[in-house]
């Protein structure tokens, strides 16, 4: 949907993200008000940054609205994924200081009014109503990959969303500014200070769509790379202190419903045949792993 380039800015080092122009394809008004919502956010966070010292902002350094392009400064400091996958014993209680704030940053972001801007974001990520959303997705595998979800799993998952959008109080609720996006590779932690990144996907959302998204993201960690020793137990609890979560979501029916929105994405990424033989082999184990996840929310 659009590429990211390091550039030289005014003030150091940047990124250049460009969305590309294709008048006449389908997708080029979709790409635009991409755009036109991600500056938007980013002009905000400019003028507005966290009145937190230890939550940063992605600055703005220059837009061009004729070639669709973006810059802004480099973030000082690794992604959390990078921490994730390199911490040492020594090093995760600092680690869990950044998740921490990782929740804590999205109590913040989700306080922002709403408005016209966000509201025209649904458009896109058909946030709105999830049992169109997880049926579109449901309906490309059975078409692409008939085999991959057994038919009684995918009756139990129809009718789980169906019956939490229906009943679940937290899907019920206003809906709140998402970064759409919101894994450990687009958090930048130093240290002491984190900084989210690329809000290409914001918009609007259910609230306990990021937190969930971030915590399905670090369990996936543990399946592309299961030699690691990843604290998802810690890091969950961490996330969701920091997040203000005063009582255990994770076995609500909002939350479940929302791991099998952010699943059946994952399956649908990960399905497309190709590559070499041991990457063969490797993404059907993922595959596998996943589907066994996605039955165990749903019994």
């Not at 989700?110 to 016209?116: E, G, M, R, V």
């Not at 966000?118 to 649904?122: I, M, N, P, Q, T």
């Not at 709140?176 to 958090?187: K, L, T």
């Not at 993404?283 to 595959?287: N, V």
């Given at each position: 949907?659009?590429?990211?380039v ?15 122009i294709?008048?006449?394809?389908e ?12 500056t ?15 939550l940063?902002s ?31 014993r ?19 972001w ?7 801007l ?5 458009v ?8 169109a959303?997880?049926d579109?997705?449901?309906k ?34 206003e ?30 959302d ?11 993201r ?20 961490a996330?969701l202190?920091g ?39 490797h ?5 596998s792993?996943?589907?066994r ?7």
């Open positions: 949907m659009n590429t990211v390091r550039v030289r800015t005014s003030q150091g080092w940047g990124y250049c993200k460009r969305y590309p294709r008048p006449g394809d997708d080029d008004e979709r790409r635009r008000r991409r755009f036109v919502v991600e938007a956010v980013l002009e905000r966070l400019s003028s507005e940054p966290p009145g937190h010292p230890r940063g992605c600055m703005l350094e220059h837009i061009d609205p004729e070639r669709r392009e973006i810059v802004t400064r480099e973030v000082p400091g690794d992604t959390l994924q990078d921490h994730l996958l390199a911490s040492s020594h090093a995760r209680r600092r680690l869990l200081r950044g998740v921490f704030l990782a929740g804590y940053w999205l109590r913040h989700q306080q922002w009014p709403l408005n016209a966000a509201r025209e974001s649904l896109d990520n058909g946030a709105s109503d999830l049992v959303y997880c579109i997705r449901i490309r595998l059975q078409s692409e990959r008939p085999r991959l979800l057994p038919p009684r799993l995918v009756d139990r998952i129809r009718k789980f969303v169906g019956d939490s959008t229906e009943n679940a109080a937290e899907l019920s609720e809906m709140v500014w998402s970064h759409g996006d919101y894994a450990p590779g687009n958090i930048i932690w130093d240290g002491t200070t984190l900084t989210p990144i690329d809000f290409g996907m914001a918009g609007l259910y609230p306990l769509t990021d937190i969930t998204y971030f915590i399905h670090v369990e996936m960690l543990t399946i592309y790379f299961p030699w690691k020793r990843i604290p998802v137990a810690s890091i969950r609890e996330v202190r997040y203000g979560s005063h009582r255990d979501v994770t076995g609500t029916a909002a939350y479940r419903a929302l791991m099998i929105r952010h699943l059946l994405c994952r399956l649908v990424t990960h399905y497309q045949d190709g590559g070499s033989m041991a990457r063969r082999i993404r059907e184990w993922i595959l792993r996943i589907v996840h996605l039955a165990s929310i749903v019994d």
